[in-house]
């Protein structure tokens, strides 16, 4: 009798143990994201979609046999609940993985912390810092598909491309520093390129009335306009310029809502680039998305969840290559990483030792088709070499 | 001239949302800092409407406007009335504390996803043009409409109806009116009714203009200086006061820098306050009775 | 005829009269207080510990606007962009200079006396409202060039600042900060508790009284106005400043409305008129978000709501905002004396009718 008790206590010990290592074999990632608050729209979607695909991967038994656990923890846009996020998912949740998708005013606490303990930061969804452009900070790290200044780049080759007559550029930014400096940095490149820049409209964030500023870029003429700000500014300002008359063509950055606000908006003049295909393409990656988020249930619709898939797969593809779960066998994995994006972007995410952004950065460019009734592809994808 | 269009049409953004401000005030001395909030549940109002009468846009237009009213008795209530009778500065946190709990809960029933109730209306915005070149929408014009409406409405309502009558009397003088036997949670609750409903409007309006979301709300509170230069027991302050700080802030974006357009409305109501406080057309006891 | 007992608590000098601490119940309460806020940082975990430190720079706002708005009854709604002022000050000299601690601190200081003094001078026209929202106007002004300087300056991300170095060591462990961020609170209570039983104290709460009776009692009354807004604001931007190396970085996201609006809430709930108010509030609203989380993540199916904890916090925010409001105007003060008096009073319930 006595035996038999002693032989189930120990096994029941033995069990017990061996699950709680099994708990600790988990890959532990944190996310710090602005889920709720003003900015939600732009992140939240990402993180709902990251989590349904690692659910998902969890289902199909985890990576080299280990789930991979998610922590979120919402910071609402704010750099302070932001700065205590970091602090406790890096000192009580001893994540190996830290992953940011919030306003860049949330950047530099949490990249302080993780720098100090030495865990790889991940921007998924957020806008990417210049740390994660070569030569890059040992531990940032971008997956989001746009880019300060490739994006600019890239838009203002696709303009020079289409248009018929010497273009007189307008930009649009919003009066957030990262929007401002790029459309600063469109000024100059555009006088670089023979492009006649004429006037340049800063929107501040949540205004009534986009008209007043539509109006002085109206006033300016221009035949082509540049935007690169959050969806809300570029598609306000756009809308306000049509209903006063406005008739050029306006280029701006397909965020989330681009492919369902072309359909609602069906104005032909209006171009978006980006750098995720559309779920028109219907790709069979897009069947996986549609099946795995109806799964999970998720409110958003479908056509918003494209970057947090590609941040799904770039950390499955990252915690494949870590044999251990640590935070140094992440960032070794990370350092040279090939991701396969089964058709979301133009080609694989490729990092580098020195380049945390991508080293190939692929650009499409729709506009809406009115006979067709459809988006229509402009322009297939151009690769541009992401270089020092 | 297509200034002057764009200054009317904001203007009639915030003497909209800026009668809510007055009615409450000068019925009840209470300042209502919810208002932002209210509009913004309003304008999801419609959104809810819309879900149930579906194909009839001008029933779900109709039925937000009565949901809009009821929401403002609801609110006088069960919150408000409790507070009648404490120190102001207790009623106006009370009313901070309501916008908060109307914007979480905003975003716990609703998400926090941009909607576009004109495409669900299946309404179209177009636009029509005016002499000297200028433009102005389909819904920019039913603003400038619908706050003349609404003033008009309100000027012949106070000043004609019995019960507008009894409204100016509880606002004068709750102890008297008390006495001359006028309910005043009628009265109050009236008031609160009509605030939300001129709010509830301007925010469908803007809602339909560009689209529903939360940063709704910020435009409420750029919409007070509004009703405070004006006076904030005048109606006809509010709109003389909503059309300075439209003027200022369309020549401010126009002529200056349009980065400064957040702040001019503060600044005007910071230079109204050191010069005269009670406002435009406020009366001037307002300043102590407090 | 019974005989009086001695009570034990006698006054043989005037210095008795002054302590702060008189009786040996509350000497006793106080060194186990102190006692225990010296063993918690070692045996907190450092998630504790940083709820702690943010407790204690909210302690100091909270003592601030309870000097102003609760002792000398200015209503200001311009907290954060005070808060703000010290906090840019901070982050402006240390980028541009790189100050060192002990002078960028007291230099937020002076600058929030600067524009404290000018956040008070509506004080000398306006009461009530109409001052609440002049404070506001002026917020939203000092934010918007706070913003600009961020801008022209071309920081993004607002600007980063150095941990702070006191007497040589590096301030980064939380336990340290502890220790410091303890010190400038304790120091603050101090302050206020002494402030207010100094002239200038009795002056502001002669003027929250009835203002006209002040001044026919000789007491100079725009003067205690603008002694309220500056002191208090020199004390709201010190806490800004703390704040801002805290966090080790400052940004104008962080100095909104709602920021103002949680430091009220904290005065309001805790108990207008009383430090101890102040210190509860600050502890209540700092530590509610996390007891919400808490409470969410233990529900069933709270893995799906995390993505709604925000607004739930929001909403049950401004829900219990409303409920002190409506059912405790006294507070957590007002709870606490009840229950004080529920212990003092036993066995009996109620004071005896004489």
Known sequence: MKRQTLALFSAALFATASASTQAQSAYVVGVTAAMTGPAAGTYAPVIDALKAYIDHVNGRGGVNGRPIQLVIADDQGEPSRAAANAKKLLNQDRVVLLINSSLSSTYAPVVADSKRAGVPLLFAGSACPKETYPPADPLQFCSTAFGATFDSRAALDFIKSQAKEPVRLGLAAMAIPLSRGEIDFAEGLSRQVGMTPVDKQITPPPTPDYTPFATKLKDANPNWVWAWSPWISQVRTFEAMRRLGWNGQYVAWAHLNAEEDLARIKDPGLFVIGSNAFFSDDLPIHAEIRAVTHRANLKHPVSFLAEGFVAGLVIETAMKGAAQPTAQAVTASMNNLKVDLKGLRGGPLEWTKDNHFRTRQYYRVWRWDASAGAARRVQDWVAVDVKQ | ?290 | MPQPHESGYFRTDYADDWRLLQTRGQRGAALAGLALACIFPFVASPFLLDLANQVLIAVVGAVALMLLTGYAGQVSLGHAGLMAAGAFTTGILARETGAPFWIALPASGVAGALIGFLFGLPSLRLRGLYLAVSTLALHFIVIHAGQEYETRRGLSSGVVIDPPSLFGAELIDPRLWYGTLFVCAGATVLFALNLLRSRTGRAWRALHGREPVAEALGIPVAGAKVSAFVIASTLTAMSGSLFAYYRGFVSSEAFSLFLTIQYVAMIIIGGMGSILGAVLGAAFVTLFPYLIEMALSKLPGGDAMSSLVFAVNYAAFGLVMILFLLFEPQGLVGIWQRVRNWFLLWPFRQRPLK
């Open chain 2, 1 to 290: 001239m297509q200034t002057a269009v764009n200054i009317a049409v904001l203007a009639s953004i915030y003497a909209l949302i800026a009668c809510g401000y007055v009615i409450v005030y000068r019925t009840s001395r209470v300042l209502s800092l919810a208002h932002g909030e209210l509009m913004m549940l309003g304008a999801f109002g419609l959104w809810v409407t819309i879900a149930m009468f579906d194909g009839v846009p001008l029933a779900a237009a109709l039925a937000a406007l009565l949901l809009a009213a009821v929401v403002g008795v609801v609110v006088y209530a069960a919150l408000m009335r409790r507070m009648t009778g404490q120190a102001v500065l207790a009623a106006v946190l009370a009313t901070i504390a309501l916008g908060i709990l109307l914007r979480g809960l905003a975003v716990l029933i609703w998400g926090p996803t941009e909607r576009h109730p004109l495409a669900a209306l299946g309404w179209d915005n177009p636009v029509f043009e005016l002499p000297a070149g200028a433009r102005i929408s389909a819904i920019d014009a039913s603003l400038v409409g619908a706050a003349i409406l609404c003033y008009a409405g309100l000027f012949a309502f106070l000043r004609f109806s019995p019960w507008g009558i009894r409204m100016r009397a509880a606002g004068q003088s709750p102890l008297l009116a008390a006495q001359r036997g006028i309910s005043l949670h009628v009265i109050y609750a009236l008031a609160w009714a009509l605030a939300t409903l001129t709010g509830g409007t301007a925010g469908m309006l803007l809602a339909l203009n560009t689209a529903l979301d939360q940063t709704m709300v910020v435009i409420g509170l750029k919409a007070f200086p509004a009703a405070l230069v004006g006076g904030l027991d005048s109606l006809a302050g509010a709109m003389l006061g909503a059309l300075i700080i439209a003027t200022a802030e369309v020549l401010v974006i126009q002529f200056v820098s349009p980065l400064l357009a957040d702040v001019v409305p503060f600044i005007v109501l910071l230079a109204m306050l050191i010069v005269r406080p009670w406002g435009l057309f406020g009366t001037r006891e307002e300043l102590d009775r407090v």
